[in-house]
């Protein structure tokens, strides 16, 4: 375990995720937290009081003058990962930026950590030296990640790495990261087992983010119409989430009561005496836009967050036995972007769409799809998929006294470390039960 004379070090701090699962595994606060974003510092302060904050660069933050001879228990490393993830794209890397991961190793060689934990994106094995035109080396991949291993371990450092995924622990994102850590203490690293999965827990979804009580505006009432490549994506996954889905779900439109999505396999809930149409019957699913994907059943985890948190949107099939208006408005539409042989009468059944005879043209279980509505997350699902209880504040005063805008906290949403993953690496290497264990 970390003693009490041990600092807990998180460098690269951001909103707050490592140092939320680093807390959640000890039971006690990060200790120091650096990063250069004002905005990501104003919202770690607000959830973390009990933590000394450096707002400046890891670079400017002398490891020296910061612990003040106390020793490193604990040091965590998030550097910036925009630089080698393929979500980039083809854009030239700026060298700066890919070097901040050699601040793990002035930290190691000068204050020398006990353990250190990295995360970053998979494709930081590849660093390695860049072409003149900022592109990197194709013949030299992975030479600076093996180089840079390499000085961790003649400094004393075990050091192991591996690829994980965030739904395997509990977090309802199938984000993949890389994850490294490195210990000089002669304890062994302890990589922890997934809890969810087959065979394990069940996958928690995204559908246990999305606050099915907002509103999902019409894509045929929008004043600027969404791009072809979109509302192509948009057709395809109604088709394959909404008319092929096996079980569309009941949704609570009142407010009474948490938990307000019921599956169709299941006993109905109280029905109250409320007004008539206290809930809906939808088949919903979240339209992805980056990388050519549709989109995703809601009933799987989240896909990987980025920082523009614009990627990933819910979208809402409404169904109705009475809006014949609607139904013929959604049908034109599949036509038109989902496929030009789909083309036919309303009352025909639509085989080329799937050979399970009883979906027509567009119906799910028997009922016509009457609307298509479409929205943005907000920032609270977007934390949600990224393991953040509703308890992490967001809606902060950043460092100018006004509220932190939805970019700012999308960003720091999406640059962030899953708590769930910290919280299980830093219990099964650090945590009380590891070092008892060993020795046992």
């Given at each position: 375990?970390?003693?009490?004379?041990?600092l807990?070090?998180?460098?690269?701090?951001?909103?707050?995720?490592?140092?939320?699962?680093?807390?959640?595994a000890?039971?006690?606060?990060?200790?120091?937290?650096?990063?250069?974003?004002?905005?990501?510092?104003?919202?770690?302060?607000?959830?973390?009081?009990?933590t000394?904050?450096?707002?400046?660069?890891?670079?400017?933050?002398?490891?020296w003058?910061?612990?003040?001879?106390?020793?490193?228990?604990?040091?965590?490393?998030?550097?910036?990962?925009?630089?080698?993830?393929?979500?980039?794209?083809?854009?030239?890397?700026?060298?700066?930026?890919?070097?901040?991961?050699?601040?793990?190793?002035?930290?190691?060689?000068?204050?020398?950590?006990?353990?250190?934990m990295?995360?970053?994106?998979?494709?930081?094995?590849?660093?390695?030296?860049?072409?003149?035109?900022?592109?990197?080396?194709?013949?030299?991949?992975?030479?600076?990640?093996?180089?840079?291993?390499?000085?961790?371990?003649?400094?004393?450092?075990?050091?192991?790495?591996?690829?994980?995924?965030?739904?395997?622990?509990?977090?309802?994102?199938?984000?993949?990261?890389?994850?490294?850590?490195?210990?000089?203490?002669g304890?062994?690293?302890?990589?922890?087992?997934?809890?969810?999965?087959?065979?394990?827990?069940?996958?928690?979804?995204?559908?246990?983010?999305?606050?099915?009580t907002?509103p999902?505006?019409?894509?045929?009432d929008?004043?600027?119409?969404?791009?072809?490549?979109?509302?192509?994506?948009?057709?395809r996954?109604?088709?394959?989430?909404?008319?092929?889905?096996?079980?569309?779900?009941?949704?609570?439109?009142?407010?009474?009561?948490?938990?307000?999505?019921?599956?169709?396999?299941?006993?109905?809930?109280?029905?109250?005496?409320?007004?008539?149409g206290?809930?809906?019957?939808?088949?919903?699913?979240?339209?992805?836009?980056?990388?050519?994907?549709?989109?995703?059943?809601?009933?799987?985890?989240?896909?990987?967050?980025?920082?523009?948190?614009?990627?990933?949107?819910?979208?809402?099939?409404?169904?109705?036995?009475?809006?014949r208006?609607?139904?013929?408005?959604?049908?034109?539409?599949?036509?038109?972007?989902?496929?030009?042989?789909?083309?036919?009468?309303?009352?025909?059944?639509?085989?080329?769409?799937?050979?399970?005879?009883?979906?027509?043209?567009?119906?799910?279980?028997?009922?016509?799809?009457?609307?298509?509505?479409?929205?943005?997350?907000?920032?609270?699902?977007?934390?949600?998929?990224?393991?953040?209880?509703?308890?992490?504040?967001?809606?902060?005063?950043?460092?100018?006294?006004?509220?932190?805008t939805?970019?700012?906290?999308?960003?720091?949403?999406?640059?962030?470390?899953?708590?769930?993953?910290?919280?299980?690496?830093?219990?099964?290497?650090?945590?009380?039960?590891?070092?008892?264990?060993?020795?046992?």
């Open positions: 375990m970390i003693l009490p004379s041990e807990i070090v998180d460098n690269f701090a951001g909103g707050g995720g490592a140092s939320l699962g680093i807390e959640m000890l039971g006690r606060p990060v200790d120091i937290a650096i990063n250069h974003d004002a905005e990501a510092v104003a919202l770690h302060a607000a959830n973390h009081p009990r000394h904050h450096l707002c400046q660069s890891v670079w400017k933050a002398d490891p003058d910061v612990v003040q001879g106390r020793p490193v228990g604990l040091a965590w490393f998030s550097p910036d990962c925009k630089h080698f993830s393929k979500a980039k794209g083809g854009k030239p890397v700026e060298k700066r930026i890919r070097d901040l991961a050699w601040v793990v190793v002035l930290w190691a060689r000068t204050v020398r950590p006990r353990v250190i990295l995360e970053n994106v998979e494709e930081f094995a590849t660093w390695g030296p860049l072409l003149e035109d900022g592109s990197p080396c194709p013949a030299r991949r992975g030479t600076t990640f093996r180089r840079w291993i390499g000085e961790l371990r003649r400094l004393g450092y075990r050091v192991e790495w591996r690829e994980l995924r965030a739904c395997d622990y509990g977090a309802p994102t199938i984000r993949k990261r890389l994850f490294l850590i490195a210990r000089r203490d304890l062994p690293i302890v990589w922890p087992q997934p809890t969810h999965g087959p065979g394990r827990l069940p996958y928690r979804t995204a559908a246990e983010c999305i606050d099915w907002l999902c505006p019409s894509i045929f929008r004043a600027r119409s969404l791009a072809e490549a979109t509302l192509r994506r948009i057709a996954g109604v088709v394959r989430y909404v008319l092929q889905t096996e079980m569309p779900f009941l949704v609570h439109l009142t407010h009474q009561g948490g938990h307000r999505i019921s599956a169709l396999d299941r006993p109905m809930p109280t029905i109250t005496g409320a007004q008539r206290e809930m809906a019957l939808v088949a919903a699913f979240l339209a992805q836009h980056n990388g050519g994907v549709i989109g995703r059943d809601a009933r799987e985890p989240m896909s990987t967050l980025t920082a523009a948190g614009s990627h990933q949107q819910p979208v809402v099939a409404q169904l109705s036995d009475t809006d208006e609607g139904a013929e408005r959604v049908a034109a539409f599949l036509v038109k972007y989902y496929d030009t042989a789909v083309g036919q009468a309303l009352q025909e059944p639509l085989h080329t769409l799937t050979t399970k005879p009883r979906f027509g043209l567009v119906t799910a279980h028997g009922l016509p799809v009457v609307d298509i509505g479409m929205r943005m997350l907000v920032p609270r699902e977007a934390y949600r998929a990224q393991s953040f209880p509703d308890s992490y504040l967001i809606d902060v005063p950043g460092p100018d006294g006004r509220p932190l939805k970019t700012a906290q999308f960003r720091m949403c999406g640059n962030s470390v899953c708590p769930e993953m910290a919280r299980a690496l830093v219990a099964s290497n650090v945590g009380i039960r590891q070092e008892a264990a060993h020795a046992a």
